[in-house]
């Protein structure tokens, strides 16, 4: 049978994220679009994002994805990426607060680093931009065959802090430790970017297209 993957259109980064699964699973059919059609027809969803919160969550909503999304979300699959990961939590600080589509209970917090210095006496930037160790906080499929402490690559200003300390199967530490992949039932998500994270990215990518939660 073969596995029906969509891209979820209008969000940024969407060709990389394409090209890795298809790298990941050849043998998959890999679809970027936004249509309910696509989306509800789908066996599994990639929800990436980047910039912006509201600009991602205003695109679903202008789109009709939302609501097939939402449908998704109760009965298939979803691995959420950077923003994507953001938009599953209640709401962001981003632009005064920007609400999310609550699937997750948490919010989503800028990084605060003003006076911090790194190891090396330099300071810490904002956003967060290269790569950084990710520590496997429980198991998960997701992690299979990923060694702890491999290196994914991160850009982001925001991060979420989940109201479920079992929401968070990674940690990443830049500053202080913060959560940067989280799951629960059929949902997971990465604030890194899989796409950009060599052989450990896409081995996450295989792993999501062939977990059957």
């Not at 059919?29 to 696509?38: G, H, Q, T």
Request: charged letters at 20%; proline letters at 5%; one cysteine or more.
């Amino acid at each position: 049978m073969t596995n029906k993957i969509v891209v979820v259109d209008g969000l940024g980064n969407l060709r990389s994220v394409a090209q890795a699964l298809r790298a990941a699973a050849p043998e998959a059919d890999i679809l970027v679009s936004n249509k309910a059609a696509d989306i509800d027809a789908a066996d599994r969803i990639v929800l990436p994002g980047q910039g912006a919160m509201r600009d991602c969550m205003d695109s679903l909503r202008a789109s009709g994805a939302e609501d097939a999304l939402r449908r998704a979300f109760a009965t298939r699959p979803v691995m959420g990426v950077c923003v994507g990961e953001q938009m599953l939590f209640d709401a962001s600080e981003e632009n005064g607060g920007t609400p999310g589509l609550g699937l997750l209970p948490g919010k989503v917090v800028r990084f605060q680093l003003d006076g911090k210095t790194q190891a090396d006496g330099s300071r810490f930037k904002v956003p967060q931009m290269g790569w950084n160790r990710v520590r496997q906080t429980r198991s998960h499929p997701l992690w299979d065959g990923v060694a702890d402490g491999s290196y994914f690559y991160f850009v982001h200003s925001y991060y979420v802090v989940p109201e479920v300390a079992a929401d968070t199967i990674g940690e990443t530490d830049y500053g202080g430790f913060y959560t940067c992949a989280v799951a629960r039932d059929n949902i997971v998500a990465t604030q890194f970017h899989p796409e950009k994270s060599a052989a450990a990215g896409l081995r996450l990518y295989r792993n999501f297209i062939h977990w059957n939660p």
